[in-house]
């Protein structure tokens, strides 16, 4: 427990002193909310399912899949492929530390920080812009944590699947960017035309979106049972994959 | 086996597919000596190591480490032993003291580190960034981390590799206070001085098989090497008849002239070089008073003690490559 904790302790602060996962986990999403809270502010717009919901309102559980998505297919599959290369894994594994001590302080360490980005992201749009909140606050909790070790179950295996830490890093930035654009994260999904619309349906981001705007709103579990499906459905065959694959060298 | 055998080793195999890298290695270490394998790059040094550590599994072959199993008990040997790898790194950003602190704790066992900084140079280090430290500092660091659990074997393989002369001197006087402390050293190099002055045994494997082992003292004594003794001869040469030198270009040298000093083993030319090789104190003088006498002009003598270089030439056949 000791050496669990210690590791995690470690793990944040080496992830904090990165400055671009720092910027991307923890800043991107929130200076993301303050330009477009100060283009269309927070007053009720009707292209939010005709509810009274403004502009950062919607964002706020929107960019959750931002920061989730960040952490998951930049930070996880970048470090893990980078440490792999350098040795620094090698390292490791020559200590009495377990492999699955190690890894579930990783997994801890990489929600803290996307805890801790969220955080910040509800504090400046309730301070900046009164923002609205309809849920419990143990539901989106709940689903956070659910959308965050299905995304990093994947980020895993895309680490074991990347050669190098360099090719992780474009894979990841491949497979993000485009998803943060037509998942619904990034921007309303309304602002898309019909077809793109079609193809955020096959975005696992997406449902990340759905889940964590439905429960902001208070819509009820069982209204959302596709996307935890989904959710539920990645995270179990990512972590059989990754669990199979991963390597240390 | 002998009761003081902490490493024992029966017919240690390993293939890279049909790369043999390990080929039939049998060897045992004693406990407190400090044991060193020596080898050019790729002679399987690093392979043999790495399965004794138990981070590689060997094809066949048995092994034992404080009387275990490296496989069957990797943690109960990550316990007692410590590991300096040739190709490990830290997170670039961990702080030196961190790296210490962190590792101290996954040891069920360890020592304050604090002592450790000291004795390793590190203390003014303590706040560096891993990234930011010499390589020398980083394999003190490496062997810090080795030894924050007050191991009974110690692993360090190709520990001065890429170090400058100064450093690995203290490199080798850190070895020798591990040693000191009652820990065994288990130590890979390819460069042959090192193993020389610091090895109390040396192995020398090639192409994945044990050529010899013993100590330094004894692996160049047993092959009769002793003493080299070599000179450069001037221009026209006397040989052994009277008037045949008048046109001569080339030195023809008659070499039997010091073969039947007393103690000369072999007696080399090339070109204008004579090396004699051969063992007994008055050899030097033997072989200026036969120069003189016989009035070779000559230049440039110089005798030195046959090393581990020259015993690893004449058992290989070949020079250690980089």
């Known amino acids: 427990m000791r050496t669990l904790w210690k590791l995690f302790g470690m793990q944040f602060k080496l992830y904090?002193?990165?400055?671009?996962?720092?910027?991307?986990?923890?800043?991107?999403?929130?200076?993301?909310?303050?330009?477009?809270?100060?283009?269309?502010?927070?007053?009720?717009?009707?292209?939010?399912w005709g509810r009274s919901i403004g502009t950062v309102d919607a964002s706020v559980p929107a960019y959750t899949g931002i920061i989730i998505g960040t952490v998951a297919l930049m930070g996880i599959p970048i470090d893990t492929a980078s440490s792999r290369e350098s040795g620094v894994l090698r390292r490791y594994r020559a200590t009495p530390l377990r492999p699955v001590i190690y890894l579930v302080a990783s997994v801890l360490m990489y929600l803290g920080v996307a805890l801790l980005g969220m955080l910040i992201l509800i504090l400046t749009g309730k301070l900046v812009f009164g923002l609205h909140f309809m849920g419990s606050w143990l539901n989106i909790l709940a689903a956070f944590i659910l959308s965050a070790l299905a995304f990093y179950a994947f980020g895993y295996l895309l680490a074991s699947l990347a050669p190098t830490a360099r090719s992780a890093q474009t894979i990841g930035?491949?497979?993000?960017?485009?998803?943060?654009?037509?998942?619904?994260?990034?921007?309303?999904?309304?602002?898309?035309?019909?077809?793109?619309?079609?193809?955020?349906?096959?975005?696992?981001?997406?449902?990340?979106?759905?889940?964590?705007?439905?429960?902001?709103?208070?819509?009820?579990?069982?209204?959302?049972?596709?996307?935890?499906?989904?959710?539920v459905g990645i995270l179990i065959a990512g972590t059989v994959l990754a669990a199979r694959l991963f390597r240390w060298e | 086996m002998q009761e003081q055998d902490v490493i024992t080793v029966e017919g240690l195999r390993k293939s890279y597919g049909p790369v043999?890298?390990?080929?039939g290695v049998t060897f045992q270490v004693r406990r407190g000596e400090i044991f060193g394998m020596v080898g050019p790059n790729g002679s399987g040094k690093t392979t043999t190591i790495e399965c004794i550590e138990g981070l590689r599994r060997s094809d066949?072959?048995?092994?034992?480490?404080?009387?275990?199993?490296?496989?069957?008990?990797?943690?109960?040997?990550?316990?007692?032993?410590?590991?300096?790898?040739?190709?490990?790194?830290?997170?670039?950003?961990?702080?030196?003291?961190?790296?210490?602190?962190?590792?101290?704790?996954?040891?069920?066992?360890?020592?304050?580190?604090?002592?450790?900084?000291?004795?390793?140079?590190?203390?003014?280090?303590?706040?560096?960034?891993?990234?930011?430290?010499?390589?020398?500092?980083?394999?003190?660091?490496?062997?810090?981390?080795?030894?924050?659990?007050?191991?009974?074997?110690?692993?360090?393989?190709?520990?001065?590799?890429?170090?400058?002369?100064?450093?690995?001197?203290a490199t080798w006087d850190l070895v020798r206070e591990i040693r000191e402390r009652g820990t065994t050293v288990f130590l890979t190099t390819h460069f042959m001085d090192e193993a020389e002055r610091l090895c109390d045994r040396v192995l020398?494997?090639?192409?994945?098989?044990?050529?010899?082992?013993?100590?330094?003292?004894?692996?160049?004594?047993?092959?009769?090497m002793g003493m080299r003794i070599s000179f450069q001869l001037n221009g026209?040469?006397?040989?052994?008849?009277?008037?045949?030198?008048?046109?001569?270009?080339?030195p023809v040298f008659n070499t039997a002239l010091f073969g039947v000093l007393d103690g000369v083993r072999r007696v080399e030319q090339q070109d204008d070089e004579i090396v004699i090789y051969g063992q007994g104190e008055g050899l030097i003088g033997?072989?200026?008073?036969?120069?003189?006498?016989e009035g070779v002009p000559f230049h440039d003598l110089r005798s030195e003690q046959a090393?581990?270089?020259?015993?690893?030439?004449?058992?290989?056949?070949?020079?250690?490559?980089?």
């Open chain 1, 16 to 48: 904090l002193r990165e400055p671009m996962a720092f910027f991307f986990s923890l800043a991107y999403p929130t200076l993301l909310l303050l330009l477009f809270g100060f283009i269309y502010g927070n007053d009720p717009a009707p292209e939010f």
């Open chain 1, 173 to 231: 930035m491949l497979i993000f960017f485009p998803m943060m654009f037509l998942s619904g994260a990034g921007m309303p999904l309304q602002m898309l035309p019909e077809g793109l619309r079609r193809v955020s349906e096959f975005l696992p981001l997406t449902y990340v979106v759905r889940l964590m705007q439905g429960l902001w709103f208070n819509d009820a579990w069982n209204t959302l049972w596709l996307p935890v499906l989904v959710l």
């Open chain 2, 20 to 23: 043999k890298a390990v080929d």
């Open chain 2, 60 to 169: 066949e072959g048995r092994l034992q480490v404080l009387g275990l199993d490296p496989q069957k008990d990797y943690y109960a040997l990550r316990e007692r032993t410590g590991v300096q790898l040739q190709s490990a790194n830290l997170p670039p950003r961990m702080r030196v003291e961190e790296a210490l602190d962190l590792f101290s704790v996954f040891y069920r066992h360890s020592t304050d580190y604090r002592p450790l900084l000291k004795e390793l140079g590190l203390e003014e280090k303590r706040r560096t960034f891993f990234s930011q430290l010499s390589g020398g500092q980083k394999q003190r660091l490496f062997v810090a981390l080795a030894l924050v659990n007050r191991p009974e074997i110690v692993f360090l393989d190709e520990l001065t590799t890429g170090l400058d002369p100064q450093a690995r001197r």
């Open chain 2, 204 to 224: 020398i494997l090639d192409h994945g098989r044990v050529i010899a082992l013993d100590t330094p003292q004894n692996l160049v004594s047993q092959l009769g």
């Open chain 2, 236 to 250: 026209h040469i006397p040989s052994t008849g009277k008037g045949n030198t008048n046109k001569q270009t080339k």
């Open chain 2, 286 to 293: 033997a072989v200026i008073r036969t120069l003189e006498a």
């Open chain 2, 307 to 322: 090393n581990l270089e020259d015993a690893f030439l004449s058992l290989t056949g070949h020079e250690m490559r980089d």
